[in-house]
């Protein structure tokens, strides 16, 4: 598993198809019949699988990207006792859609994904795009900061 940081932003958009087999092949043993080795990388956040620490990171990556380009979102804080339904991904979609739509990204950057998101290519779509998106943010923030507080194009500088 890679996770790409941006600032202090965090974007995992590697996940594959093996990934998801290693899930479905520790689920078809059941933990019970896992060796320590196989339930210690179950207990892991697994690529292959959609967990809490992904969607934390999701929506907190959201609402900052959000903050930055100056766009509305909902903030939403997953536990175990709050699972996400259809609704709270369809909020992500639409989110990810506005902020996809507000600020430029780069030329190969993803457009949003169709509903549902239920699929590893879809979340990569999603984790990609908030990627992009921050960091074109930052990339142009960088570069105001660099420009300085004057600019002297045209300004005699001395020369007569």
Not at 121 to 149: P, S, W
């Amino acid at each position: 598993m890679s996770i790409v940081y941006v600032g202090n932003l965090g974007f995992q958009f590697d996940r594959t198809n093996e990934d998801v087999e290693e899930v479905r092949n520790l689920a078809a043993i059941g933990y019970h019949n896992m060796t320590t080795a196989q339930k210690a990388r179950w207990l892991s956040d697994l690529p292959g699988a959609l967990n809490l620490s992904d969607m934390n990171r999701i929506e907190a990556d959201i609402a900052a990207i959000a903050t930055e380009i100056g766009v509305a979102h909902r903030a939403r804080q997953w536990s175990k006792a709050n699972k996400p339904r259809a609704s709270d991904f369809q909020q992500i979609h639409d989110d990810v859609a506005v902020i996809r739509s507000s600020y430029a990204s780069q030329a190969d950057t993803p457009s949003v994904p169709d509903m549902p998101l239920n699929t590893w290519q879809k979340i990569n779509k999603i984790e990609r795009i908030l990627h992009d998106v921050h960091f074109t943010y930052i990339t142009n923030n960088g570069a105001l900061d660099y420009m300085g507080d004057e600019l002297y194009a045209g300004d005699g500088i001395g020369v007569l």
